[in-house]
């Protein structure tokens, strides 16, 4: 069987990229602080040596739309183009092509379908920056073939947050059970509170840094009965009118499981919004002989 | 009250270079064309097979004409959308984050809940 052999869940913010390639006086004064703690943060996968990626993340209605939306996708396809032309105007993002794992795609739908999660999928994805971020601050070589799942955290009716941990630990599981030799890292970014659109957009934190505190503390722990008590889809909407997008955070701790603490913590307090790191490793840390 | 059409609406000219420049240049020119043209047509469809019954209120129609991202914010658009095409068209003019700040500044006044977005 597969090894599930790191979980990661992370922040996905579209101007790391120009950030960490600016240079001169073009180059923001927290640049180089960001590139350090990314660096750090890359380093947590590369020591688990994954063959393929999960990456969770949710289209920000680039290639799905009201027309035709689903909750959960899974894409199914050999490449994955990625990035849209919006992106490369507000943000600079490249162009990227990623290789597909059509085997372990057929096996989430099919296993997936078979767990009462009526997935839809897609076999021509045109993937942006919600997964393309991730692979820019923790593989940007893009080496790896990926698995994309995709959320609906964007146009309400949303699955309620319990279905987002549900799905994760079925991902965990399904997996683990994925017929093949294969060390599988699931990744998966969204957001602490956070605010487009409205009032409190861009100020000098994210728009609730007491929400952002406790999310933290939640993820950390694997708290993930404590966050299910308090997060509701009604409340996620007083921390900032983005903030739905902290439900693919909860489904990564479903991924990770309940009580699991993160082996690597860390957070960026930036303007707008606060930037936060963590993976799990399900079968200890790389490198490190288990306790007896 | 037709959300899901500002939103379309919203959505087929952020993507379009060509639309984000005409909105820019002619906005009340660009809504009439586009109320005319593409509000009824579905996007996964061919040309042909359209719907038949999309059209803007006139405050929806005014609101988009006039670039007033508060009133769409109250109208329920949702407010991603909004706030990516209209850095597209004005962030140019201004120094960084001046426009976005000046965006949220201009809805000190709303507070929660807000407006419903869902359609």
Known sequence: ?292 | MSRYLLDKFLYTVDRDPELVERYREDPAGTVAWWEAEMANRILNCTADERSTWLEFTEDERRALREHDHVTLFQMGAHPFLTLTLFIAVFERDHGPLEYQKAYGKAMEHISLPYPDIST
């Not at chain 1, 920056?129 to 964007?154: E, G, K, M, W």
């Open chain 1, 1 to 292: 069987m597969a090894e599930l052999a790191a979980v990661i869940a992370s922040t996905h913010h579209p101007f790391y990229y120009r950030a960490s390639t600016s240079t001169g006086a073009d180059r923001p004064p927290f640049a180089d602080e960001w590139v350090a703690k990314i660096e750090r943060f890359r380093e947590t996968l590369t020591r688990a040596e994954p063959d393929v990626l999960v990456m969770v993340g949710s289209d920000h209605f680039h290639q799905l739309w009201l027309d035709n939306m689903p909750q959960f996708l899974v894409g199914k396809a050999p490449f994955f183009d990625a990035n849209f032309y919006n992106e490369e105007r507000e943000f600079g993002l490249p162009r990227m092509t990623l290789r597909g794992e059509e085997d372990l795609a057929a096996h989430l739908l099919r296993d997936g379908l078979d767990r009462d999660f009526d997935l839809a999928f897609s076999n021509e994805l045109r993937i942006d920056h919600s997964i393309t971020c991730p692979i820019i601050t923790l593989r940007p070589q893009a080496d790896l073939p990926i698995v994309p799942v995709y959320t609906n955290i964007f146009a309400p009716p949303l699955p309620q947050p319990r279905r987002f941990v549900a799905l994760g630990r079925a991902i965990r599981e399904m997996v683990e059970s994925w017929e093949s030799d294969k060390r599988v890292a699931v990744i998966g970014t969204g957001h602490l509170s956070l605010e487009l659109g409205g009032p409190r957009q861009f100020g000098e934190h994210g728009p609730d840094p007491e929400f952002d505190r406790r999310a933290v503390e939640w993820i950390a722990s694997g708290d993930v009965e404590g966050c299910l008590a308090e997060v509701s889809l009604d409340s996620l909407h007083a921390p900032g009118n983005a903030t739905h997008g902290f439900m693919d955070f909860m489904l990564m701790m479903g991924v990770a499981g309940e009580g699991a603490k993160a082996d690597h913590v860390d957070t960026l307090d930036l303007f707008h919004t606060m930037e936060a790191y963590f993976t799990w490793y399900p079968n200890g840390v790389p490198g490190e002989v288990a306790p007896a």
